[in-house]
T-cell receptor
């Protein structure tokens, strides 16, 4: 069965410091991995995805994520956090194997608080 | 800039009333998803369609919820009768799955309050 874990309910970081939001996953086939961000009273916005290729994926707003197959992780990172990055972040996975319907499994979300 | 649109954005209704939420997917997308978000349960997948055909609605309470795609530009989610526990934000997402893009794009959501 597919699953996603975001072990931290909240991450606090000072503006200008690097940030990491953790995600681990479990799928039976090759993983397709996604990060979404949700600002208050808004829908989820796509940030980045890993399908294949380079393990380091770059996305919107200066975010990047590193796919680590041996650790089954896909942590979201940013070298220098902004107060405006404060939001709810979701990791999601789907099995890229044949016959897959495209259904995503979402983690519970991690609230990122960036303090000035 | 193509976007998923949802109407209404907010809905307040009384228990027992019918609620209909609408979604216009991004033109050309072949898959539409309905999600529900609550503080307690997080983001739950209710149902989804591929090329307008329902693929999976196992996440939906069948006795009161129904989802349809009357045409490629409209998806609906109905609750009849509504109950206070249905209060949540309902999101629609669309995607061109099976292709290179393979990403779901979310609408702004419908915030439903059932009194």
């Amino acid at each position: 069965a597919q699953s996603v874990a975001q072990p931290e309910d909240q991450v606090n970081v000072a503006e200008g410091n690097p940030l990491t939001v953790k995600c681990t996953y479990s799928v039976s086939g090759n993983p397709y991995l996604f990060w979404y961000v949700q600002y208050p009273n808004r829908g989820l916005q796509f940030l980045l995805k890993y399908i294949t290729g380079d393990n380091l994926v770059k996305g919107s707003y200066g975010f990047e994520a590193e796919f680590n197959k041996s650790q089954t992780s896909f942590h979201l990172k940013k070298p220098s956090a902004l107060v405006s990055d404060s939001a709810l972040y979701f990791c999601a996975v789907r099995d890229g194997g044949s016959g897959n319907t495209g259904k995503l499994i979402f983690g519970q979300g991690t609230t990122l608080q960036v303090k000035p | 800039d193509a976007r998923v649109t949802q109407t209404p954005r907010h809905k307040v209704t009384e228990m027992g009333q019918e609620v209909t939420m609408r979604c216009q997917p991004i033109l050309g997308h072949n898959t539409v998803f309905w999600y529900r978000q609550t503080m307690m349960q997080g983001l739950e997948l209710l149902a989804y369609f591929r090329n307008r055909a329902p693929l999976d609605d196992s996440g939906m309470p069948k006795d009161r919820f129904s989802a349809e795609m009357p045409d490629a530009t409209l998806a609906t989610l109905k609750i009849q009768p509504s109950e206070p526990r249905d209060s949540a934000v309902y999101f629609c997402a669309s995607g061109l799955l099976g292709g290179v893009a393979d990403t779901q794009y979310f609408g702004p959501g419908t915030r439903l309050t059932v009194l």
